[in-house]
């Protein structure tokens, strides 16, 4: 079996068996395929697409690449939920305290991000003291005792996908839904989960532009779940503006807290609403409606926020300690008039200028910056009237760049946040 030709097959359009993938991805990571020739052949799935068989041994080979996880240890029903990654996405930090509070555990192994802003644990590393690596003993034990734990990928769990992510990264190879799916559910079947609410977003600062392209996704993700009998859920939300008020690591989790006061933005309320609802309907096996009571009453109650700071405390976290930076410039709209538009793509880019994403995984986050917007779409902004603030540690942007990103017009526009549920 040779590189070449398996590259050749796929750049003619052809299926590959699930021989030919192992050996591909097997050599990729021992070493013996080289970048340049696993590049070509990713350009190739890009262009060509992947079958539905393709993409479930795809996947199945990520998954024995490495170690997966045994959740029997814990008692009582597992959940867990991923997003697709969006700009201010921190439902994650909400989510997780109000499925435990209703009576379910989280065992989550989260990763850091590229680009924009960090991933669930660089938002988590904010927090002063927040440890994110825990043994395996440890890690159930936590799990048991309070109900969740949240930790850093493993380096030996689907280090595939590992190799395969910065790869694709680095040679504009993202764009590709067999290629999203199996980097996806890898990593969710590997780290044990059963019962899976996947966040799909749609829109300018998503992966996934189109809702076409966005119900392919799911569609694929939920049939991999099904050959693993595991059960799946995707909820297609929007995009195209950043979700909640702030977007950078340490504001983020400060917005988180307000969300478990019952504060919180009505966007990120409602996203974490319907995900939550979803998990728990899944999890306890009662119908959406008996679910979405119990969700709104751990919130309420105040049960939610109280799972949060033991879970915080017991990864040696301080709340009282969020890394924040103390330098902040207000930024005043130009003109006066509805906010029409936000453009959460060029406030990402903006959110990875300032040190609150990476450009290489090697970058170091810059955890206390980022924007926070003062308007919505829908809202009112008069001249000279604050539209957003942005903290600043070592790097500036400019004024025009954040004003550029708001569309202000005649007309009062809303979003619809939650496009479709599929199943």
């Given at each position: 079996?040779?590189?070449?030709?398996?590259?050749?097959?796929?750049?003619?359009?052809?299926?590959?068996?699930?021989?030919?993938?192992?050996?591909?991805?097997?050599?990729?990571?021992?070493?013996?395929?080289?970048?340049?020739?696993?590049?070509?052949?990713?350009?190739?799935?890009?262009?060509?697409?992947?079958?539905?068989?393709?993409?479930?041994?795809?996947?199945?080979?990520?998954?024995?690449?490495?170690?997966?996880?045994?959740?029997?240890?814990?008692?009582?029903?597992?959940?867990?939920?991923?997003?697709?990654?969006?700009?201010?996405?921190?439902?994650?930090?909400?989510?997780?305290?109000?499925?435990?509070?209703?009576?379910?555990?989280?065992?989550?192994?989260?990763?850091?991000?590229?680009?924009?802003?960090?991933?669930?644990?660089?938002?988590?590393?904010?927090?002063?003291?927040?440890?994110?690596?825990?043994?395996?003993?440890?890690?159930?034990?936590?799990?048991?005792?309070?109900?969740?734990?949240?930790?850093?990928?493993?380096?030996?769990?689907?280090?595939?996908?590992?190799k395969l992510y910065a790869l694709r990264d680095a040679t504009g190879t993202t764009q590709s839904i067999p290629l999203i799916a199996s980097?996806?559910?890898?990593?969710?079947?590997?780290?044990?989960?059963?019962?899976?609410?996947?966040?799909?977003?749609?829109?300018?600062?998503?992966?996934?532009?189109?809702?076409?392209?966005?119900?392919?996704?799911?569609?694929t993700m939920i049939a991999i779940g099904e050959s693993y009998k595991r059960k799946v859920i995707c909820v297609l939300s929007n995009m195209?503006?950043?979700?909640?008020?702030?977007?950078?690591?340490?504001?983020?989790?400060?917005?988180?807290?307000?969300?478990?006061?019952?504060?919180?933005?009505?966007?990120?309320?409602?996203?974490?609403?319907?995900?939550?609802?979803?998990?728990?309907?899944?999890?306890?096996?009662?119908?959406?409606?008996?679910?979405?009571?119990?969700?709104?009453?751990?919130?309420?109650?105040?049960?939610?926020?109280?799972?949060?700071?033991?879970?915080?405390k017991a990864q040696h976290g301080d709340i009282e300690k969020i890394k924040i930076s103390e330098r902040c410039i207000s930024i005043k709209?130009?003109?006066?008039?509805?906010?029409?538009?936000?453009?959460?793509?060029?406030?990402?880019?903006?959110?990875?200028?300032?040190?609150?994403?990476?450009?290489?995984?090697?970058?170091?986050?810059?955890?206390?910056?980022?924007?926070?917007?003062?308007?919505?779409?829908?809202?009112?902004?008069?001249?000279?009237?604050?539209?957003?603030?942005?903290?600043?540690?070592?790097?500036?942007?400019?004024?025009?760049?954040?004003?550029?990103?708001?569309?202000?017009?005649?007309?009062?526009?809303?979003?619809?946040?939650?496009?479709?549920?599929?199943?």
């Amino acid at each position: 079996m040779e590189i070449i030709e398996i590259i050749t097959k796929k750049k003619d359009g052809q299926e590959l068996s699930y021989d030919e993938l192992k050996f591909v991805i097997d050599g990729y990571v021992n070493g013996n395929v080289k970048d340049y020739q696993m590049s070509a052949l990713l350009m190739a799935i890009v262009c060509n697409g992947m079958t539905e068989e393709e993409t479930i041994n795809l996947t199945k080979i990520m998954i024995a690449s490495g170690d997966t996880i045994n959740l029997e240890e814990i008692h009582g029903t597992v959940v867990d939920k991923h997003s697709t990654g969006g700009i201010g996405d921190k439902t994650t930090i909400i989510l997780v305290p109000i499925v435990v509070a209703c009576g379910l555990k989280v065992a989550k192994m989260s990763g850091r991000a590229l680009g924009y802003t960090g991933g669930t644990i660089d938002k988590l590393e904010s927090i002063d003291g927040y440890q994110t690596e825990l043994s395996k003993e440890d890690f159930i034990k936590q799990v048991n005792e309070i109900g969740c734990a949240v930790i850093s990928q493993s380096g030996t769990l689907v280090p595939a996908d590992k190799k395969l992510y910065a790869l694709r990264d680095a040679t504009g190879t993202t764009q590709s839904i067999p290629l999203i799916a199996s980097s996806i559910m890898s990593k969710k079947i590997a780290s044990g989960a059963s019962t899976i609410v996947i966040d799909v977003k749609v829109g300018n600062g998503a992966f996934m532009k189109t809702i076409e392209d966005a119900k392919a996704l799911a569609r694929t993700m939920i049939a991999i779940g099904e050959s693993y009998k595991r059960k799946v859920i995707c909820v297609l939300s929007n995009m195209e503006a950043p979700l909640g008020y702030a977007v950078g690591n340490g504001l983020e989790v400060r917005e988180c807290i307000d969300c478990l006061k019952g504060n919180g933005p009505k966007d990120v309320m409602e996203l974490v609403i319907t995900l939550a609802t979803y998990m728990v309907s899944m999890g306890k096996n009662i119908s959406i409606d008996e679910a979405k009571k119990e969700v709104e009453k751990v919130i309420e109650d105040g049960t939610a926020y109280e799972v949060f700071t033991k879970w915080i405390k017991a990864q040696h976290g301080d709340i009282e300690k969020i890394k924040i930076s103390e330098r902040c410039i207000s930024i005043k709209s130009k003109e006066s008039g509805f906010i029409e538009a936000i453009d959460a793509f060029k406030i990402g880019e903006l959110s990875e200028q300032l040190g609150a994403g990476r450009v290489v995984k090697e970058d170091n986050i810059e955890y206390g910056v980022g924007i926070v917007l003062s308007k919505k779409v829908g809202d009112f902004v008069l001249e000279n009237e604050e539209i957003a603030k942005v903290y600043i540690e070592n790097k500036d942007i400019k004024v025009d760049d954040v004003l550029d990103c708001f569309k202000i017009g005649e007309h009062a526009y809303s979003q619809k946040l939650i496009h479709e549920i599929i199943k």
